[in-house]
């Protein structure tokens, strides 16, 4: 149906919307393709090495709909409030879902029902109750050990040198399972700089476990530079949605 095709009664003024949205996403689609294959190609990678991950934190069911239409298997989120009514009403859609926001321990139970994988484990704490709730729910989570590339505690991660002894805790869990590592960017640094410690970090991990080779890093403004450092996975919200609304990070 081409677009002037369509009249404008309330029902068509929907549709026309949705058509707009998901030509929207489309295009935003297309740009972050062009740049990660261009990212592995200065880098020198295969573009199979580098998974999508689409933020869709503070968007509603429907632009995951339209994602996983359009190709996308891997969404990531950052609130279990929003992400579990989310993950849950879209269940049915064959996506792999990625918690990648700082997660209290209290909110373990929750996660464990629609994760398949959480970024943000920076403590054992935390990695237990994950593994605990999982085994009841008869699941298997990945963890990530979030990694702090600053020294500003507020923003979650472990510091460098403690996390080799921490991966090796959360490998031996029963019901989750060793990932890799996972990291933001420090705000007024050149994330080239700071991606390249998080890549000696997941190198120490992988010389006791060789599997974790998952490397999570890159938003919508550093994904070149976090490819550029090994990156498996990037996570991209604005550059491929649009602009959230102020405040909401
Ligand atoms: C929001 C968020 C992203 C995506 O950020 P954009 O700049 O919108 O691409 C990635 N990782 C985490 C942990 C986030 O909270």
Same mark, same amino acid.
């Given at each position: ?7 404008? !009664? ?18 935003g ?7 990660i /294959?261009?990212?592995?190609r ?19 069911a429907?632009?995951?709909r ?16 929003? /992400?579990?009514?989310?993950?849950h009403?879209?269940? /049915? ?9 700082q997660?209290?321990? +209290? ?17 054992? &704490? ?6 605990k709730?999982? !085994?009841r729910?008869?699941?298997? $989570?990945?963890?990530l ?9 507020? &923003? !979650? ?7 080799? @002894? ?7 869990l ?16 050149d ?7 998080? &890549?000696?970090?997941?190198? @120490?991990?992988?010389e +006791? ?7 999570s890093? !890159? ?16 996570? $991209? ?13």
């Amino acid at each position: 149906m081409r677009r002037d095709e369509i009249a404008a !009664g309330p029902a068509d003024v929907e549709r026309r919307d949705e058509v707009e949205r998901r030509d929207e996403i489309a295009a935003g689609l297309a740009d972050v393709e062009r740049r990660i /294959a261009e990212a592995c190609r200065a880098a020198g990678r295969d573009r199979g090495e580098v998974t999508l991950i689409a933020v869709t934190k503070t968007r509603p069911a429907e632009d995951v709909r339209i994602l996983a239409d359009l190709g996308v298997r891997d969404v990531g989120e950052n609130r279990d409030q929003e /992400a579990a009514p989310k993950a849950h009403e879209l269940a /049915a859609l064959p996506l792999t879902w990625h918690f990648v926001g700082q997660l209290q321990t +209290n909110k373990a139970r929750s996660v464990a029902g629609y994760a398949d994988v959480v970024h943000s484990v920076d403590r054992l &704490r935390l990695a237990a109750a994950l593994s605990k709730e999982a !085994g009841r729910l008869g699941r298997e $989570i990945g963890c990530l050990v979030q990694v702090s590339l600053d020294d500003d505690p507020g &923003r !979650g991660g472990a510091l460098p040198a403690d996390v080799p @002894a921490l991966a090796d805790e959360i490998a031996a869990l029963g019901h989750v399972w060793l990932g890799g590592v996972m990291a933001v960017a420090p705000l007024g640094e050149d994330p080239g700089k700071a991606f390249a410690r998080l &890549r000696e970090v997941a190198q @120490a991990v992988q010389e +006791n476990h060789p599997r974790a080779t998952m490397i999570s890093a !890159g938003m919508s403004d550093d994904l070149t530079e976090a490819v550029a450092h090994g990156a498996t996975h990037v996570r $991209i919200g604005t550059a491929l949605l649009g602009r959230r609304k102020p405040f909401v990070r």
